[in-house]
């Protein structure tokens, strides 16, 4: 008898080997590390708020674990949380949906994972712009689609024009994906923005993926504008949001779908068949989070404010960045070009890699490289942080590269 194969990584599928592992969790994963040997780490990697969770979010969570709420619900999610969603709509963004539009799911990455696995297969091409959520190529890729990536730069403010659309899109296209407004750059579309660039796919059959999730975390007067509000895009629009940045619920795991019936139904049954329901008891909390006071949103959104333009000029004061303000969520994106190809400490800095590693291992400076993000020139750094631990980061940083 012959000996048989010893298993390994060579029985894995094309498209998990095609994947990369997520930056933003490697980065926080080796932070957290040092910080368990004692090292004093200021993390300025990961992508949640700091503030807690809301108290009225909180104890309805309790309320249900005491009330018994703890079984199995409908899969797409229970009626008192469809309705409340459908008021946010109304109230926040001027949307209107039926129930049946409306899917819960565990988290955004979900909603995002279940509308790509339901529209594209082999041979469909999906427009990325970039510097996109780091997600999103390797979600299409996992769906059988092909990434499509259109570069923007800062002199644009990070945004895809009408014309690079119109330059991307070939018989194959299938979806833009729309991050507005953007992890990691912050950028938030205009409404005249929007309405140019839905033009562009006017008749095309191009559907577009509208991730939406920091839709109430923007500054200066600016206001998204949802692709979904244009009645000729309405049935080619997908909308996705939750309620983990808006009211601090990252762990809570509730992300949100709205879109036509029939592509909501499809994302149903890809959902029935792998997680089922979202948790119960974050189900009820989300409601108490949508439909209680909103004046915490607002207070954490100046507070995230205040610490956007505490980055912008402190890190614009270091020689080797250059940053465009951030118009929204609560990340600054600078280019560090200028560093690129130097040595400090010895060591020779390539790409953003090098810098993120140097910053952590030397400096002990969590941030997250821009080539995770399709931007190799650049660094993510949150300002989800307090005020002083943004000033030690800065203080340290503007040192490493004295």
């Known amino acids: ?31 957290n590390t040092m910080k368990a040997e004692g090292k004093d780490i200021v993390s300025l ?34 009626p ?17 949906f039926q129930e049946n539009q409306i899917i819960v799911s565990n988290g955004g990455k979900q909603t995002l994972a279940n509308t790509f696995l339901s529209l594209c297969q082999e041979g469909d091409e999906v427009i990325v712009p970039a510097p996109y959520w ?9 769906a059988g689609a092909e990434p499509v990536i259109v570069n ?34 912050g950028a938030v579309y205009t409404e005249p923005e929007v309405r140019a660039l839905m033009q562009v796919l006017q ?23 949802s692709p979904a509000r244009i009645p000729e895009m309405r049935e080619w629009v997908i909308v996705s949001n939750g309620v983990s940045k808006t009211y601090s619920m990252t762990g809570w795991r509730i992300g949100y779908l709205a879109g036509p019936k029939w592509l909501i139904d499809a994302c149903d049954k890809i959902q029935s068949q792998t997680t ?12 108490a989070a949508l439909t209680g006071d909103q004046s915490i949103v607002e207070e954490r959104r100046l507070e995230f404010e205040r610490r956007r333009d505490y980055m912008y000029t402190a890190l614009n004061g270091i020689p080797g960045f250059r940053t465009a303000l951030p118009e929204g969520a609560f990340y600054i994106f600078p280019s560090i ?33 821009g080539d995770a993000f399709g931007a190799p020139e650049n660094l993510r750094l949150s300002y989800a942080a307090s005020i002083a631990s943004l000033e030690k980061a800065v203080n340290r940083i503007r040192k490493a590269f004295q």
Do not use: C, W
């Open 1 to 31: 008898m012959s000996p048989s194969t010893v298993p390994g990584e060579q029985f894995l599928t094309r498209r998990v080997l095609s994947m990369q592992e997520s930056q933003t969790m490697r980065i926080t994963g080796l932070a």
């Open 45 to 78: 990697s990961a992508g949640e708020p700091d503030f807690p969770t809301p108290d009225n979010v909180n104890q309805a969570g309790v309320d249900a674990i005491m009330a018994g709420f703890t079984r199995y619900t409908a899969n797409s999610g229970i």
């Open 80 to 96: 008192e949380l469809k309705k409340a969603i459908l008021e946010k709509f109304r109230r926040d963004n001027g949307l209107e």
């Open 134 to 142: 780091v997600s999103f190529p390797e979600m299409v890729r996992l």
């Open 152 to 185: 923007t730069t800062i002199e644009t403010g990070y945004k895809i024009t009408p014309a690079q659309l119109d330059a991307a899109i070939t018989p194959k296209t299938k979806i833009l994906v729309l991050n507005s407004p953007s992890n990691p750059t």
């Open 203 to 225: 008749g095309r059959n191009v559907f577009v993926v509208s991730d939406e999730m920091y839709d109430m975390i923007v500054y200066g007067g600016v206001r998204p504008f």
């Open 276 to 287: 089922s329901n979202p948790n119960a008891i974050a189900q009820k909390a989300a409601v």
């Open 337 to 369: 070009s200028g560093l690129l190809g130097r040595t400090f400490s010895g060591k020779v800095l390539n790409d953003s890699a090098d810098v993120a590693e140097y910053l952590l291992r030397d400096h002990y400076v969590a941030t997250v490289p």
